[in-house]
């Protein structure tokens, strides 16, 4: 199941301001893809209180969270709040116990285990405890800091790899490990530190994870966390998982770049505008016979439309394709073999020239030219 934080760990992304309009248009956005939870902030935002009770008043399935440092104070003042759960954060590793919080361990598990006592005592119903840097973590140390959770009565033990230290093969055995202790929920926050935030996250949910944290485009610190979309699509399009709507996530991505002032690549994958585009010949040629050959599912999924264009890299086949295609000729041979090489070298001359495959319109204009050079009777005007 996903968790999306964007409007949580998506807006500490350096240089993000969510305004209240756009935190509300995120979070429409995101009850349309059919997210299992969104965290809507955490404690000590300013305008937290307001924000929880629009979203309260929406008719949504999704569950609603917050976040809350690991502090009788913002326990209690997250309690006030109408929300489903409360994700409780507590580093888990000697660096950040020490340095950060000056403390040591034993004080440390007193603290977890009185504030989830209170959070309970304040009617907090559901409760999930962060366990920061865990990757970094003495793994027998943070195994019982979850233990203590789990008995104290927290719902969720979430486990962060706050510096993107893990890979795929690590997130397995701790998975494993964390799995067959605890009987509670288990969620994983994977950052992108390595660029392995979304295999990391697919990893634990196959490996026994119940919930993923997500982010639209994985912005989030640094370089931000597993992708909303690309879990979402995955999901959805791999594993049949009709919940998720990867349909709509395009306009979502788009909408949280502008936001966010961050930029989408062309190549970026399910939402990227050429990710479904070609220009190889042999690719082309492919695809006008089978999409299934080169495309991992149809691009209609995600709604992107496949494109398919012509140039350099293009051959006779290629430029063929696209002339019928465009309906400059049918392909019923009565094309010369002559032609069709010199329209093809003047379709890579020009792309070279232009250092971009060609539209529709500069193929045909193209084609007319080579065509009135050949006098060629398949052309009718020149």
């Known amino acids: 199941m ?47 209180a307001d924000f929880v009770a629009y979203a309260r008043k929406k008719k949504v399935t999704a569950k609603l969270s917050v976040w809350s440092p690991c502090r009788e104070t913002d326990i209690r003042t997250a309690a006030q709040l109408s929300v489903d759960r409360v994700n409780i954060g507590v580093p888990s590793s000697d660096l950040h116990i020490e340095k950060r919080l000056s403390t040591q361990r034993e004080a440390l598990l007193q603290s977890l285990a009185e504030n989830i006592e209170i959070a309970k005592e304040c009617g907090i119903s559901y409760i999930s405890v962060g366990l920061e840097d865990v990757s970094r973590a003495d793994e027998l140390f943070a195994l019982r800091m979850a233990l203590v959770a789990e008995k104290h009565g927290a719902s969720r033990v979430r486990l962060a790899d706050s510096l993107g230290q893990l890979t795929p093969l690590a997130m397995v055995r701790l998975i494993s490990r964390f799995r067959d202790a605890l009987s509670v929920d288990i969620a994983v926050h994977c950052h992108d530190d390595f660029g392995m935030a979304t295999a990391n996250s697919i990893t634990a949910l196959q490996s026994g994870a119940d919930y993923a944290d997500v982010s639209i485009l994985g912005v989030g610190e640094r370089s931000g966390i597993a992708a909303t979309e690309e879990l979402a699509a995955y999901l959805a399009v791999k594993q049949n998982a009709t919940e998720y709507a990867p349909r709509v ?70 430029v063929l394709i696209a002339l019928n295609e465009y309906g400059l000729v049918t392909d019923d041979g009565s094309l010369a073999q002559r032609d069709i090489e010199d329209v093809t070298k003047a379709v890579s001359q020009l792309s070279r020239k232009l250092e971009r495959p060609l539209t529709e319109d500069e193929v045909g204009d193209v084609w007319k030219s080579v065509m009135c050079r050949a006098k060629s009777p398949v052309t009718a005007v020149c």
């Open 249 to 318: 996530l395009k306009g979502l991505c788009e909408f949280v770049a502008s936001v966010a002032h961050v930029t989408i690549p062309r190549t970026k994958s399910i939402v990227g505008k050429d990710v479904f585009a070609c220009e190889s010949g042999l690719h082309v040629h492919a695809l006008s016979k089978s999409p299934d050959l080169f495309e991992p599912y149809d691009p209609k999924e995600v709604g992107i439309t496949r494109k398919m264009r012509v140039g350099s890299k293009s051959g006779k086949r290629a």
């Open 2 to 48: 996903l968790l999306d934080t964007t409007l949580r760990e998506g807006a500490q992304l350096f240089g993000a301001y969510f305004d209240s309009n756009t935190r509300k248009k995120i979070f429409s956005g995101l009850l349309q893809v059919g997210v299992d939870e969104i965290e809507l902030g955490w404690v000590g935002q300013s305008d937290l």
